[in-house]
């Protein structure tokens, strides 16, 4: 009695949660019996003269049936549930539509696939012989992967979903009267675009006003909405531009560059809701160039004169390529190299460069890993870098890399600032902050203690949050 109680509560499970993960795996069998279906229903159609509006031809997931978590689900970019392990791919074209040139082809290929690369690290090679990751095809009717074409109309063009058994083939309806850029006859541009967007791992969206949205609509040139952008880079995250040119423009400013405006999607989407400053504590925070940087998890808030920058929170990797998700602590130190800690190594980046890492902590002559916060602090000739955990801290000299001893000492030489901290800064003004959960302590360089007031909420003096949400939750 029990093990069949068990069964059923596991089949309820499933079918509670029909996750974008279990739909791909089972994507090639529902395909053949969606197209299946949707044959029989367009052959019924066309007996009554229906019109058939273009459209792609992978199946849409199945609407949610489950009423309660009905509301806003499927308004945003789904996943196929698969996503390719390396960014640089290889593509091939192994027949051309009749209408355009070979030339004209390549090139329109090319800038569909631009669309993606734009915004992500993604890049695509042609190669004519040999294999490739993207197989490229202008097919007819019945071509050996159980979904038909279907002549003039109806479907264009479909592709196959990356780990699933024909990841990386893209058909196009060899019978649609393909144009580049018109709306005489079917934009290639277009439904290229969004098959790849189907090679790389992204199912059909529920938006209309989205790339991936299985309906074919002329717009010229085709561009991502805000839901595919997300999308994509949800899968291989934001592109990076080369490490050389920012290194340039970096000497310049002397401030750490953020990446084209043109990549980031607006504050209110990127943002989660659990990623309100008001509401959290953070990993770790530092001044650099002047700045002042929150981390939490992979995002970083950046905080130019106490006001928060344009675009933040934003993910950390945008500036420090290699990151890890979460960084222990941080610190900036006098030479300009960028600290990070996390578990028992770290690495340094000067500006966003990485210089080395990952590294063992063992080589600092730390006798401890997982730190909980750094803190560069003291006049401006005797500067030193403090590396916290629990009621212990050790004093650090970074141009020796290491540690002044590696017993520890005690946190009550901090006078009225408690063990534990979540991370620690010095401001302009040679103050040391400590932070823990929702709270920081400013310690004072001259009592050398904490001073009376504190501690004080950091959301209400770091991110303008009213007393009221931050006593929130
Ligand atoms: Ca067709
Ligand atoms: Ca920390
Ligand atoms: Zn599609
Ligand atoms: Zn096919």
């Known amino acids: 009695e029990w093990p069949q109680k068990r069964e059923l509560f596991s089949l309820k499970e499933r079918s509670r949660r029909v996750s974008f ?19 029989a229903v367009r052959r019924a159609d066309s007996l009554v003269s229906r019109w058939n509006p273009p459209r792609c031809g992978v199946p849409d997931l199945p609407a949610q049936t489950d009423g309660q978590s009905g509301r806003n689900r499927q308004k945003r970019f789904v996943l196929s549930g698969g996503r390719w392990d390396k960014t640089d791919l290889t593509y091939k074209i192994v027949r051309f539509p009749w209408q355009i040139s070979k030339a004209k082809v390549r090139h329109v290929i090319t800038e569909a696939l631009q669309v993606w690369s734009k915004v992500t690290p993604l890049t695509f090679t042609e190669v004519q012989e040999g294999r490739a990751d993207i197989i490229i095809d202008f097919t007819r009717y019945w071509h050996g992967d159980n979904l038909p074409f279907d002549g003039p109309g109806g479907i264009l063009a479909h592709a196959f979903f990356p780990k699933t058994h024909r990841e990386g083939d893209v058909h196009f309806d060899y019978d649609e009267a393909w144009t580049i850029g018109n709306n005489l006859g079917t934009d290639l541009l277009q439904v290229a675009a969004h098959e790849f967007g189907h090679v790389l791992g992204l199912q059909h969206s529920a938006l209309s006003k989205s790339l991936m949205s299985p309906f074919y609509t002329f717009r010229y040139p085709p ?22 040119e920012k290194y340039h423009q970096e000497i310049e400013t002397n401030e750490i560059s953020t990446a084209e405006t043109g990549t980031v999607p607006p504050k209110s989407k990127r943002v989660k809701h659990d990623m309100d400053a008001c509401h959290l504590n953070f990993d770790a925070v530092s001044m650099i160039r002047g700045e002042l940087f929150f981390f939490r998890s992979q995002y970083v808030w950046r905080l130019r004169g106490r006001k928060l920058q344009e675009g933040y929170p934003a993910l950390a990797s945008r500036h420090w390529q290699g990151i890890p998700d979460k960084v222990d602590a941080a610190f900036e130190d006098s030479t300009g190299n960028i600290w990070f800690f996390q578990g028992s190594t770290y690495w340094i980046y000067y500006g966003e460069r990485q210089v080395s890492g990952p590294k063992p902590l063992s080589d600092l002559g730390l006798p401890v890993s997982d730190i909980q916060a750094a803190l560069m602090w003291g006049s401006e000739k005797s500067k030193k870098i403090y590396l916290f955990k629990g009621d212990n801290y050790w004093r650090f000299n970074p141009s020796t890399r290491q540690v ?26 040679g103050y040391a902050h400590f932070l823990k959960g929702r709270q920081y302590w400013k310690f004072d360089p001259v009592q050398v203690r904490a001073l009376e007031q504190y501690p004080r909420p950091i959301g209400q003096d770091f991110f303008s949050c009213t007393t009221n949400s931050n006593a929130y939750r």
């Open 21 to 39: 993960q279990d739909t791909s795996k089972e994507l090639s069998t529902a395909t053949k019996a969606l197209a299946g279906r949707a044959a």
């Open 404 to 429: 002044d001893s590696i017993y520890p000492r005690s946190m009550v030489d901090w006078r009225g600032v408690p063990q534990d901290i979540d991370a620690a800064f010095e401001d302009e003004y």
């Open 223 to 244: 561009s991502l909405s805000e839901d595919d952008t997300q999308g994509i880079q949800y899968l291989y995250g934001p592109r990076t531009p080369p490490r050389f």
